[in-house]
């Protein structure tokens, strides 16, 4: 670590980690409530409505913050001078949290708007404005006072500030309903298929390049074609949710075409990525730093591109939508892409803020929670899958009313609550791992000469 500002990323993460958690824990609340039946006074002061916006809401800031805190780490080492105002970058840490805190509560005493992901109200809603200016002022001038720009910089910024103006968006209430869905997808599509995306790719080709060393300019010349791909397949894919919205027909052909190309940048990641692992001049450790991105990239293409994929043409969704079957889709994909990629750029930072000579840290704990959170999130998801599929069946092939439907499903969601177990111990390993990272005890002499193999094979 080279500039002292890079230090702020330290807080932005420790907050991000507390709340991984407590949103996990939300989420087993969530299967709950499914297969067992709560007494009804319960349900009156504490409904699943309040339950999911907390859990979905807390997931979203979690992963914000994450990116914001690796944003403060990456940008003074690419512009190559210190963050241009790091007080704002507390003042801004200080009211997201605060933001956070006020919605929790407030959705506990019915302070919604009510749209799922978009539940925080108008004032709270201006707070993120505020604070989202202070992040990007903070990052554009120090840029601007650097004046120089890297690939990778301009990536991170680019998705950083198109997903500022997306919220805007998602702000407005809309008296018309399917006018006001309609534009609920610029933020919640074109948040995760478009500027996050971005965001991830940027954060990916810094790490490969500073853990690899492989040359900036075969990074950036392929994070510009990802990019462009992204973006191309992902605007357009927008149509894959306006279907059966009230909106033109020509969507049903929009969507379907361009959101089934959408899985193409996201292979492209895996190939660079393991293209460069070959070319590396480095050698692969810390391991489990490796695994985090190698397991981000694969469970990546799995949730978003592969289960994404699966009901993204109008003749499945006609049959799919809404159902279990996007539970699925949206766990594995959120966790494999951003999940993941927040707690690789971590492993990677963490060490580095705390002087750990060299980057390396005792990875010992740390592989227990990435394999017990792995396995977790991808039985959860398979269960899900199932029950979607279930339901699919029952409902939209067999007619059964929606009640009816969900008597069997209820198994099915006892499945993933299990695995969600699995899951929440698997996350809370991980974050005390992350919090508590130490030095590594040295290995013996014969492990390290078989480590050094490894790295020159
Ligand atoms: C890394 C961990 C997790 C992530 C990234 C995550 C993400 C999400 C997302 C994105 C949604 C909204 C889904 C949609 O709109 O289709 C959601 C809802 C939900 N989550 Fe999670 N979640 C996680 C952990 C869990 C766990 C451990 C459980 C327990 C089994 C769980 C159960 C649920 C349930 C039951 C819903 C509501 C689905 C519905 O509306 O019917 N989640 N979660
Ligand atoms: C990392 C990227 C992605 C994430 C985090 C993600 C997450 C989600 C979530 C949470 C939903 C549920 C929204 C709701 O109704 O509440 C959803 C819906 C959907 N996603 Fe994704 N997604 C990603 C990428 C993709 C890709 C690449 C495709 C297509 C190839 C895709 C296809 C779909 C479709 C078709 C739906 C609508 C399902 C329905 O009609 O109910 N997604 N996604
Ligand atoms: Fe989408």
Same mark, same amino acid.
């Given at each position: 670590?080279?500039?002292?500002?890079?230090?702020?990323?330290?807080?932005?993460?420790?907050?991000?980690?507390?709340?991984?958690?407590?949103?996990?824990?939300?989420?087993?609340?969530?299967?709950?409530?499914?297969?067992?039946?709560?007494?009804?006074?319960?349900?009156?002061?504490?409904?699943?409505?309040?339950?999911?916006?907390?859990?979905?809401?807390?997931?979203?800031?979690?992963?914000?913050?994450?990116?914001?805190?690796?944003?403060?780490?990456?940008?003074?080492?690419?512009?190559?001078?210190?963050?241009?105002?790091?007080?704002?970058?507390?003042?801004?840490?200080?009211?997201?949290?605060?933001?956070?805190?006020?919605?929790?509560?407030?959705?506990?005493?019915? $302070?919604?708007? *009510?749209?799922?992901?978009?539940?925080? /109200? %108008? =004032?709270?809603? +201006?707070? !993120? #404005?505020?604070?989202?200016?202070?992040?990007?002022?903070?990052?554009?001038?120090?840029?601007?006072?650097?004046?120089?720009?890297?690939?990778?910089?301009?990536?991170?910024?680019?998705?950083?500030?198109?997903?500022?103006?997306?919220?805007?968006?998602?702000?407005?209430?809309?008296?018309?309903?399917?006018?006001?869905?309609?534009?609920?997808?610029?933020?919640?599509?074109?948040?995760?298929?478009?500027?996050?995306?971005?965001?991830?790719?940027?954060?990916?080709?810094?790490?490969?390049?500073?853990?690899?060393?492989?040359?900036?300019?075969?990074?950036?010349?392929?994070?510009?074609?990802?990019?462009?791909?992204?973006?191309?397949?992902?605007?357009?894919?927008?149509?894959?949710?306006?279907?059966?919205?009230?909106?033109?027909?020509?969507?049903? $052909?929009?969507? *379907?075409?361009?959101?089934?190309?959408? /899985? %193409? =940048?996201?292979? +492209?990641? !895996? #190939?660079?990525?393991?293209?460069?692992?070959?070319?590396?001049?480095?050698?692969?450790?810390?391991?489990?730093?490796?695994?985090?991105?190698?397991?981000?990239?694969?469970?990546?293409?799995?949730?978003?591109?592969?289960?994404?994929?699966?009901?993204?043409?109008?003749?499945?969704?006609?049959?799919?939508?809404?159902?279990?079957?996007?539970?699925?889709?949206?766990?594995?994909?959120?966790?494999?892409?951003?999940?993941?990629?927040?707690?690789?750029?971590?492993?990677?930072?963490?060490?580095?803020?705390?002087?750990?000579?060299?980057?390396?840290?005792?990875?010992?704990?740390?592989?227990?929670?990435?394999?017990?959170?792995?396995?977790?999130?991808?039985?959860?998801?398979?269960?899900?899958?199932?029950?979607?599929?279930?339901?699919?069946?029952?409902?939209?092939? *067999?007619?059964?009313?929606?009640?009816?439907?969900?008597?069997?499903?209820?198994?099915?969601?006892?499945?993933?609550?299990?695995?969600?177990?699995?899951?929440?111990?698997?996350?809370?390993?991980?974050?005390?791992?992350?919090?508590?990272?130490?030095?590594?005890?040295?290995?013996?002499?014969?492990?390290?000469?078989?480590?050094?193999?490894?790295?020159?094979?």
């Amino acid at each position: 670590m080279r500039y002292q500002t890079q230090r702020l990323a330290y807080p932005y993460f420790v907050v991000a980690l507390l709340l991984f958690p407590l949103q996990v824990l939300v989420g087993l609340w969530l299967a709950a409530n499914y297969f067992i039946t709560m007494p009804q006074g319960l349900v009156d002061v504490f409904p699943f409505a309040t339950a999911r916006a907390i859990h979905t809401n807390l997931l979203v800031l979690w992963l914000l913050l994450g990116f914001m805190g690796a944003t403060f780490y990456v940008i003074p080492e690419e512009t190559g001078r210190e963050l241009a105002w790091p007080r704002l970058a507390v003042i801004q840490l200080a009211l997201l949290a605060g933001t956070g805190v006020s919605a929790v509560v407030g959705f506990l005493f019915g $302070w919604t708007q *009510g749209r799922p992901l978009l539940e925080i /109200p %108008l =004032p709270l809603d +201006l707070v !993120v #404005v505020a604070a989202a200016l202070m992040f990007l002022g903070n990052v554009a001038m120090t840029a601007i006072r650097a004046r120089r720009w890297t690939a990778t910089q301009g990536a991170l910024l680019g998705g950083l500030t198109f997903l500022a103006l997306l919220y805007l968006f998602g702000i407005p209430f809309y008296q018309n309903a399917a006018i006001d869905w309609y534009y609920w997808w610029f933020v919640i599509h074109l948040w995760v298929e478009g500027a996050w995306e971005l965001i991830v790719a940027a954060l990916t080709a810094f790490m490969l390049m500073k853990i690899t060393g492989v040359d900036r300019r075969v990074v950036e010349k392929w994070l510009y074609v990802e990019l462009g791909v992204f973006l191309f397949t992902g605007v357009a894919g927008t149509g894959h949710h306006y279907y059966w919205l009230g909106t033109p027909a020509y969507w049903l $052909w929009v969507g *379907g075409i361009f959101s089934a190309l959408e /899985p %193409l =940048p996201i292979v +492209l990641m !895996v #190939v660079d990525t393991f293209r460069f692992v070959r070319e590396s001049r480095a050698p692969l450790q810390p391991r489990l730093t490796w695994i985090y991105i190698v397991g981000g990239v694969l469970l990546h293409l799995v949730g978003a591109g592969l289960f994404g994929f699966a009901h993204t043409l109008p003749q499945i969704n006609y049959y799919t939508h809404g159902s279990q079957v996007t539970v699925s889709h949206g766990h594995l994909a959120f966790f494999g892409a951003y999940v993941l990629l927040n707690l690789t750029f971590m492993y990677f930072a963490l060490p580095r803020l705390r002087s750990l000579p060299g980057g390396a840290y005792d990875q010992r704990a740390g592989h227990w929670g990435f394999w017990l959170m792995s396995a977790g999130v991808v039985g959860m998801s398979l269960a899900f899958a199932v029950g979607g599929v279930l339901q699919t069946y029952l409902e939209r092939v *067999g007619g059964q009313p929606y009640m009816i439907a969900a008597q069997p499903i209820r198994f099915w969601i006892f499945v993933a609550f299990v695995h969600g177990l699995v899951v929440l111990a698997g996350a809370t390993v991980a974050v005390v791992h992350l919090l508590r990272l130490r030095a590594p005890v040295p290995p013996p002499a014969t492990e390290r000469a078989a480590g050094a193999t490894v790295a020159v094979a």
